[in-house]
Structure formats: C-alpha cells, structure tokens
C-alpha cells in the first residue's frame, strides 16, 4: 500500500524555522508551510453535547474515505502534528483504522479524541496498534448525573468500563501511548473537578487536561451555561494541582487571566494561522477546529482542499486578510470572543506539545 511521505528532514527543519518567524512576525503572507494539520475523520456523532460547537455546524454525518484522506494528506508533507478532531465521533468512521495506517510510520506526532463510549475490548486492542500517540478522552463530569447531562447519550458507568479497560491493556502491552482526560469546565462540573481526579485515578489515567469552556457568543448568543467565578475556579485549579501530586497525576490546567502576548502587547496569543490549519471532513479549510463551520467566517471564507491545492488556500487573499485583522485590534466576531487569541488557552496546557523544543519556541514566539 501506498503511504503517506513527508517532506525530508532538513527543508522539515527550515520550514520550522521560517513558521517561528512568521508567528513572531504575525506576518499576513506566510513564507512557510503548515506543520500541523486538524482534521476530522467524520462529521457524525454518537452522542450530543450541549456545549459542543457541533450543535451550530452544517455539513453533519458525513465520515472521510481512505481515498479523500488520501487526497487531502499528499498535500501537508511538512507536518509534525496530525490531530485528528474535529466534532464528530471518529470511532464511528468504519474506516478509521485504514486512515491510520496511511499515516502511520510518519515522523510526527498524531493525536485523536474519543468520548470513549465505542471502545469495547477489540476496539481497544486496534487503538493501542495503531499510529495514535495521543489519545485525548473526553470526560466532562465528576459525577453521573453531571456527566450523562454533559455528555448528552453516554452511559457513565459504560465509559468508566471502557476507559478501565483501555488502561489496563495498555499496561499489559507496555504502549507508550500517550492517554488522558480532558474536561471542559463549566459552572455545572467546576466542583466536582477534584472528585474527577479520584475517578481518573480509579481507570489509571495518570493525566488529565482541564480546559476552559470555549463555547463562542459568536454561534452562541445565548448560551446560559453558568459562568464559573475567577476566584473559584482559581481555588479548584489549585485543588486539583495538589490532588494530582498526591495522587501520581501529571496536570495541565488552563489559567483563567490572561497572558502570553495577548496581556504584554495587546495583540493575539493565538498562532493557529502561521502554524496549521482545520480541515473539515468536507475539505473545507479554517485557520482552527473552532471555527468548525467556514460559514462563520463570513465573507472570509479560505476555500476547499479537493477544490484549490492547499498552498494556494494557504497564501490566499482571504486568508492572508484573515491573518492581518487576527494580528490587529479588529479580528473576525469569532475571534474577538475566542480564549486562545486572548491567551487563556494555549498548548503548554497540553500533553502533546509538552516537551523542551515546545517551551522553549513559545518562549520565543510569544504564546
Ligand atoms: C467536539 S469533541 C469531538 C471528538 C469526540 N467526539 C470527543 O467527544 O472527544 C472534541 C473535544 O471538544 C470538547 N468540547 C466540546 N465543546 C466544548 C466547549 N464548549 N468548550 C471546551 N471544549 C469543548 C469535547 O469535550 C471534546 O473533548
Ligand atoms: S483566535 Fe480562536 S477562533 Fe480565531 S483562529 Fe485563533 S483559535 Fe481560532
């Protein structure tokens, strides 16, 4: 079979080297191209969180083909991240484990997300043989009653089963996959947080990621999920930070103020646009998977990978327009609103950008 090739080392490494530049620049023409690449394997989904920018998207049900993957990844061989996430469920894409495959001895870090809900024991032992380093599972509730009302068609105790499953096979395979929690937090789960913890611990999940709910007034206008108040989450984070030492946790815990080059000069922390791109299972092209729909990007739409080669979407107009008003005081309504520009929600928060060369080029960019 034929697999995917990536660009070879060395121009890999200039490519890097001219990305930094281009976020330390917050250039609007970009002189390199994307390393990281989000895409999602499917558009359908098993289950229907209330929070989840998937309510407000068009284009559902719709799964990515071997062919199609095929066509879009031949275009990204300068990558050193595949995340595969977008806002469907990709265990429900029959062929998933194909799209794996075509990828899977590349030089790069590839990452997918699950509610975990569809991992019964084979589905375990395909997962921990496949290329997925990362493996992000999705975990919105310490408690039954918050979870299945978070995770709208999840049976709880289902999930923990699977989830304990999944960690006790990895044990026994010695994988050095990469697994952890993650919980979005909201004024309905923020104090049972901790009890998470305990539940982690209980699976053997020795990480978990806590992100703030990125939900966006932009397709939200009225969402009333209850805020939570600085002072408390401040409290819970800090609970969680020493609960994770006393239980063997390793945590990563998004910081509810502002930092990162949003708080020193005013401009954005986001670096999505000089760094990657969200590729829907349409083909569609958005600077970010939070930007799922390009409807909401208005007039500003980048274009579609089985459409315009992608170096062309890339350095295009819309998006080199795109990049401008990110870099000034007038981005899109979307971003305006959005935690990463402000940088409250950066990827230092996150296992799979978490190691030395990671740190230390946010350090110089800015992040
Ligand atoms: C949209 S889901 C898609 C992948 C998969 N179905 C899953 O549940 O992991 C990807 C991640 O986005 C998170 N998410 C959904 N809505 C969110 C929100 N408003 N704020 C923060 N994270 C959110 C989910 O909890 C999940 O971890
Ligand atoms: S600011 Fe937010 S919505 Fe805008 S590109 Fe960055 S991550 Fe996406």
């Known amino acids: ?3 995917y090739r990536q660009a070879p080392t060395t121009p890999r490494i200039l490519n890097k080297i001219r990305t930094l530049a281009n976020m330390k620049r917050l250039s609007s023409s970009v002189s390199s191209h994307p390393i990281l690449l989000q895409l999602d394997p499917t558009s359908a989904c098993n289950l229907g969180c209330p929070m989840c920018r ?18 879009i990844l031949d275009q990204f061989p300068w990558l050193d991240f595949l995340l595969l996430i977008g806002i469907g ?11 794996l495959e075509y990828t899977g001895d590349a030089d ?3 990452m997918m997300a699950t509610n975990a809900t569809l991992m019964d024991e084979s589905m375990v032992e395909r997962l921990l043989g496949s290329s997925v380093g990362y493996l992000q599972l999705s975990f919105d509730g310490g408690t039954k009653e918050t979870y299945e009302a978070t ?21 026994e395979a010695r994988s050095r996959m990469t697994v952890f929690l993650v919980t979005a937090v909201t004024g309905l789960n923020c104090r049972e947080v901790p009890r998470l913890m305990s539940l982690a611990n209980q699976m053997g999940v020795d990480i978990v990621v806590v992100t703030p709910d990125l ?3 932009t397709i939200y206008p009225d969402y009333d999920c209850p805020k939570v108040p600085e002072e408390e ?3 819970t984070l800090s609970e969680i930070r020493k609960l994770g030492k006393k239980m063997g946790i390793t945590t990563y815990l998004s910081s509810p103020k502002p930092y990162g080059r949003f708080q020193t000069q005013g401009t954005t922390s986001c670096y999505w646009p000089w760094y990657g791109m969200y590729v829907t299972c349409e083909g569609d092209v958005t600077p970010c998977s939070e930007i799922s729909d390009p409807k909401w990007l208005g007039p500003l739409a980048l274009g579609n990978v089985f ?9 295009g107009s819309a998006y080199q327009e795109f990049r401008r008003r990110l870099a000034s005081n007038d981005p899109v309504e979307f971003c305006s609103h959005c935690l990463w520009r402000k940088g409250m929600f950066v990827p230092q928060e996150h296992p799979v950008a978490d190691d030395w060369p990671n740190r230390i080029i946010r350090r110089i960019v800015q992040i």
């Open 108 to 110: 790069m870090r590839t």
């Open 1 to 3: 079979m034929d697999r």
């Open 307 to 315: 459409e315009t080669p992608v170096e062309e979407i890339w350095n």
């Open 89 to 99: 469920e990709p265990l429900l894409n029959e062929s998933l484990f194909d799209l």
């Open 233 to 235: 989450l401040l409290a």
């Open 151 to 171: 995770k709208k068609g999840a049976d709880f105790d289902q999930v923990i089963e699977n989830i304990t499953i999944l960690m006790r096979k990895k044990r």
């Open 54 to 71: 998937r309510n407000k998207s068009s284009n559902l049900g719709n799964k990515l083909s071997l062919e199609d993957y095929r066509r």
């Open 215 to 217: 939900c966006n007034p």
